[in-house]
């Protein structure tokens, strides 16, 4: 399991590495996506930190996850630019998925293994959407 957090983490790094410029009401994607270099790259160090401690800290790995939902949907909230703003809702929707099958194997669901699976590709898909989309911007 320690793995396939880790992997999760790296591909919220891709979105931190590809987001592009500055801010505004009348906000390009370009702008959107410059707003969300800092606070991911804050929620990918911390995902990394407890990703290492899963196997000790499994239930400290869940509670990151939800950080990351919660910081989703707060940059969900900060962003003006309807396509940023729905890419962004639609990782929000995914990472809080991954974060429910994970708590469904800390509460010792072993038959969640490969929801885990599919709830870890499509958040990597969503990831890759919103990568895409602020590599355009």
Known sequence: ????LVS???AVTVVVGLAGCSGG?????ADACASLNEPLSEVVTVLQ?????????????VDAWTQL???FGTLTASVS???VKEALDATRQDVAAVRDVLQQLVDGDTTS?????TAKAEMQGSLSSLAGLCQQG
């Open 49 to 61: 930190d407890t990703s290492n401690s899963l196997d000790t800290d499994p239930q400290g790995a």
């Open 25 to 29: 009401s009348n906000q390009s994607v």
């Open 1 to 4: 399991m320690n793995r396939r």
């Open 8 to 10: 999760c983490a790296l």
């Open 81 to 83: 630019n309807t396509e």
């Open 69 to 71: 939902a919660v910081t």
């Open 113 to 117: 293994e490969a929801s885990l699976e």
